[in-house]
């Protein structure tokens, strides 16, 4: 087994890291709602009414695809964080293979299933034929975004953002 220096030179109360996962947490969907509200108007005047309703169905809909997940993010982070505060780098290789396999499948079939649905958007969200088109392009254009995004942020969140204590 190999090991790696630990970033944690002393140890830290349980309550501590508690404290500071959970603020982070707080901290990173607070800046996530200031900068929608924020963005609202400006996407609004910018895209406008149409483009911007069809862009939220969009993204409202593309919401759904996180429940494939089926846990895994989690328990990603808690076993990269685990066997990183370890120091075991075989452990730790071998969950982030696992997960990213794991996770290349579930992205393969949610790419099906997004393009299955963007064939039928007309007739499931009632959509003028224009819209629907425009609707299919970001639809498609952003299914990429959603498999790289839950799954990067997971890996991120658990190399940098949750300190474990062992």
Do not use: C
């Not at 939220?56 to 066997?83: C, E, N, W």
């Amino acid at each position: 087994m190999t090991k790696v220096p630990s970033r944690v030179s002393h140890p830290v109360s349980q309550t501590k890291l508690i404290f500071q996962n959970v603020s982070m947490s707080y901290l990173l969907a607070g800046t996530e709602l200031a900068i929608g509200v924020f963005m609202l108007p400006f996407n609004v005047t910018h895209l406008g009414k149409s483009a911007y309703g069809l862009w939220v169905l969009a993204a409202s809909a593309t919401v759904y695809f996180s429940m494939l997940d089926l846990g895994f993010g989690v328990s990603q982070v808690r076993f990269i964080a685990k066997y990183r505060a370890q120091g075991d780098i075989n452990a730790l290789n071998e969950t982030a293979s696992t997960m990213f396999w794991v996770f290349s499948i579930i992205g393969l079939l949610a790419f099906a299933l997004a393009f299955a649905l963007s064939l039928n958007l007309q007739k499931i969200f009632s959509l003028s034929l224009s819209q629907a088109r425009i609707a299919q392009v970001v639809f498609l254009s952003s299914a990429p975004m959603w498999h790289s995004d839950f799954r990067s942020v997971s890996l991120v969140e658990s190399l940098t953002l949750f300190s474990v204590s062992i």
